[in-house]
């Protein structure tokens, strides 16, 4: 069954209101309320930022990711200054920039990901295959954004493809690791690992809201798309079967973000935990989605 299938009723009684982005075959359909909204994307080297109703390109910046509440921004340059990474906090209401340090070459910095309290910034650092394998992820930068200040700490066995982010209290990092997700504290112990759940699922977080539930992408075994568990025990706690190829994570603590299929495009819709597609986000040229690889990123309002 593909998307178009699940969301016929859901389009023909949408309401909202229609945004287009620049340069891309994409379009917003938004609602006054909603608990998310796009605030930046990024395509294959170019990334976008909203302020009001309106997308700006990012010159300087390959990567961005608004803070909860949109009152800071967290980009990344896109050039090393004096062989260092660094990654620069914008304050929206004054406009100050503060560029801090992460990381010297070759290592690079990026990926960024706010703590649910917007005070701090967690990065995925990588580097070049000695081998000629490609980049692989070897640690995480911390970034108290308050105090100007970044702390790289290097995680010894991590997975090559780690990509990581904020448990929901802030309290601890969290990446894929193998077939399974593992918790670490902020000097890089293993806190625990939780197995055979499979990766985590993109978006501001894979957590949801209330901290209560973690999204994956399910193990084969399952037959199902998506699941959640509860993210302290790794208990299974729903399978969700839907026509998906990619996830921006959490809408509200009972719903996600997936992406399917859509005539010739793609969709990106609300679906409930039973799989039952609740009403159309944006839709998505296959141009857009395949060729330039554009990436929504929703923040909460």
Known sequence: MSLSTLLLAATLAFTGADVRLPGLDVTLREQPGDPKRVTAYTTA????????????????????????????????????????????????????????????????????????????????????????????????????????????????????????????????????????????????????????????????SAFSPDGRRMATWCPKRYKAALCTWNPYNGKLDKKVKVPAVASYGWWDREHLIAVGRHGKGYLSVVIDLKGKAVRPLADISRTAWRDYDVYLSYTRN
């Open 45 to 204: 080297g170019s990334a976008y930022l909203r302020s009001g109703g309106a997308f700006a390109g990012q010159r300087s910046y390959n990567d961005l990711a608004v803070s909860p509440g949109g009152g800071f921004v967290a980009a990344i340059p896109r050039k090393f200054t004096k062989g260092y990474d660094r990654i620069a906090i914008v304050n929206r209401a004054t406009g100050r920039v503060a560029k801090i340090r992460t990381v010297k070459a070759p290592m690079v910095a990026g990926s960024p990901y706010w703590s649910p309290d917007g005070r701090k910034v967690v990065l995925t650092v990588s580097k070049g295959d000695d081998a000629g394998g490609g980049w692989r992820s070897i640690g995480f930068v911390v970034v108290d954004v308050a105090a100007k200040r970044a702390r790289l700490v290097k995680v010894r066995g991590a997975y090559h493809d780690a990509l990581f982010q904020w448990s929901p209290d802030g309290r601890r990092v969290v990446s894929d690791y193998w077939d399974g997700v593992r918790f670490y504290v902020p000097d890089g112990r293993v806190a625990w690992t939780l197995w055979r759940t499979g990766g985590l699922v993109g978006g501001e």
